[in-house]
């Protein structure tokens, strides 16, 4: 019996165009179904807290160099973490700064930060806005679903969703670019 030809591989690989840049590795929550801070592997609390400035730098020339390199138009940076806001309004501003120039001249920049929200105020938002920092706000599940699961059940401690000065907040700077993110999960629940 003679087996057919097989056509050659052909290479499909595809540049890295979305970069994940973890700026805090703490979370100013303990939901008891997160992933991380509330499993067995604690090894996280022997990490740095923030990212530093060396790390900074260090991150932003090689996106440079991989965007020149495969000739891409936009790169995509999210901030991440833990929460990304408790690296503070000023290293947020450095992280900014040091991907903008980096990437001056190379290709336009999305730069993007994912948040709980819980600390978002009107000063984050004009940071945000001063940089072209588009926010994602994640909220996992509504209400009923996710406050026996919060920290809030335990702590009384608010999350933005919640929150009766949201909208305040997401109205104080409109080019911000705030976006909410509903999760609803059976983790959730």
């Known amino acids: 019996m003679t087996r057919p030809a097989v056509p050659p591989r052909q290479s499909a690989l595809v540049p890295l165009s979305q970069f994940v840049l973890k700026v805090h590795s703490r979370c100013d929550l ?13 090894s996280w609390r022997g ?7 060396e790390v900074i730098s260090q991150a932003a020339r ?42 001056r001249g190379v290709c336009h920049l999305d730069l993007r930060i994912h948040t709980n929200g819980v600390l978002l105020n009107e000063d984050f938002c004009g940071l945000f806005a001063e940089h072209g920092i588009k926010v994602g706000i994640s909220i996992d599940g509504d209400r009923a679903a996710a406050l026996p699961r919060t920290p809030e059940a335990r702590t009384g401690r608010i999350t933005l969703s919640r929150s009766p000065t949201m909208p305040s907040v997401l109205d104080a700077e409109p080019g911000a670019g705030i976006a909410v993110a509903h999760c609803a999960s059976s983790l959730s629940r």
């Open 47 to 53: 990490r740095p807290a923030a990212i530093s400035d």
């Open 62 to 103: 090689p996106i440079a160099e991989h965007a020149a390199a495969h000739g891409l138009s936009t790169v995509q940076v999210v901030l991440h973490g833990g929460e990304p806001l408790l690296a503070d309004r000023a290293r947020l501003r450095r992280v900014a700064a040091e991907l903008h120039a980096a990437l």
């Open 30 to 42: 303990a939901c008891d179904h997160c992933y991380v801070y509330e499993a067995a592997d604690q």
